[in-house]
């Protein structure tokens, strides 16, 4: 036998390592279990070598950022290990899996549901901004749940922390949840960025679909700058009105947590208002392939091809808009396919109406160059 083989750890200090969660670029997320207490814990695990000094640094931040949250809906850092090779997070496990494969395998959310998860998802991102801390990415993959369906905020690898009054121009995170500030290039403060992205994931969860998206990035860039979604007739008002607060393309008129938190769909409850009109029948992603698929990029193009099949039983409310529309500027910067790793999702299956042909129109005029038809 060769001794210069290296075998994988099966412990880590007190920690002994299961089964593997999921593989990344630079090493990958086991399941290990605690050997006096028996918690299970999921251990984040970075080999040193496959990455540069850079990206290290990056991952040390993440670790510094987790340290300063204390959340009962926010993943929570056990522990640093720090070998001479290998790094180690302990992470607490959220059992449940993400919110993203949730919604694949039961489709949208009730209200009464959707209140309870996303009021944690508020909880979770106020206490972020309570503590000056910016998460950057907050989309359904980065949503996990607990083994009692709580959420669990996780994923801060692209979180900083935020002064207010002092602008930055950085704005990493997924294309499709990025706000209008990034397509204009304008400066920004950070919580803004986040309140627009959970818009982004309110409307997945009541509505299992995208308020904006283009598999183009220029047609991207025109449907987010415009401000304009539809809107199932099956939401109540009240959430209606909600999804106008988060969904503000002017980030200076865009509502911060707090008169978020008093809202008055998150205040009714837990009981059904009166003008919600959801369906006895919860309408489901009937195809599964999207959970089997090894790139990330196809669950999410089987994803939102599959609901937007389930959201077309739906009349569509498309007079209720987030702001006025103005015409994009066709000459403006469009950014790059390298700007961001996450850009291949697939688009909705628009609904065959006149706001469809109106939209054509729309993009026939300023996007001539990226829409012409076959």
């Known amino acids: ?137 907050i989309k359904s993959l980065n949503i996990l749940l607990d083994c009692e369906g709580n959420i669990k905020l996780s994923d801060f690898g692209l979180s900083d922390t935020f002064t207010l009054g002092k602008m930055t121009n950085k704005f990493p995170g997924t294309l499709t949840h990025l ?14 960025v986040d309140i627009w992205a959970l818009g982004v994931v309110f409307y997945e969860m009541v509505t299992c679909s995208l308020p ?36 503000v393309k ?13 809202n008055q769909w998150i205040s009714i409850g837990p009981q059904l208002d009166s003008n919600s009109a959801e369906t006895d029948e919860k309408p489901t992603c009937s195809n599964k392939r999207a959970m089997s698929s090894p790139s990330m990029s196809g669950e999410l193009d089987e994803y939102y091809s599959c609901c937007s099949q389930h959201n077309d039983d739906h009349d569509s409310d498309n007079s209720f808009v987030t702001a006025k529309s103005s015409p994009p500027i066709p000459d403006a910067a469009v950014p790059s396919d390298e700007d961001h790793e996450e850009t291949s999702m697939s688009s909705p299956t628009r609904r065959t109406s006149r706001w469809r042909s109106f939209w054509k129109c729309i993009r026939g005029l300023f996007c001539c160059c990226c829409c012409c038809t076959k």
């Open 1 to 137: 036998m060769n001794s210069s083989v290296e075998r994988p750890r099966r412990c880590i200090g007190d920690y002994h390592l299961l089964k593997t969660l999921g593989k990344g670029a630079f090493g990958e997320v086991r399941l290990a279990k605690h050997d006096k207490t028996g918690r299970e814990v999921a251990i984040k695990v970075i080999k040193k070598k496959s990455m540069d000094h850079a990206h290290l640094q990056i991952l040390l931040q993440e670790a510094k950022i987790m340290k300063r949250l204390n959340h009962p809906n926010i993943v929570q850092l056990y522990k640093v290990i720090n070998t001479r090779t290998t790094l180690y997070l302990v992470l607490e496990y959220a059992s449940g899996g993400d919110l993203y494969h949730h919604l694949v395998k039961h489709g949208r959310m009730e209200e009464n549901k959707a209140r309870v998860l996303f009021c944690q998802l508020l909880a979770a991102v106020h206490h972020c901004h309570q503590k000056s801390v910016v998460h950057h990415d």
């Open 179 to 192: 706000p209008p500030e990034y397509y204009e290039r304008r400066e920004y403060v950070g919580p803004e």
């Open 250 to 262: 002017n980030p200076e008129r865009r509502c911060s947590l707090e008169p978020i938190l008093n």
């Open 212 to 247: 904006f998206y283009s598999q183009n990035l220029s047609t991207m860039r025109m449907f987010v700058l415009q401000g304009n979604y539809d809107v199932p007739a099956y939401l109540s008002n009240e959430c209606k009105i909600l999804l106008s607060k988060l969904l």
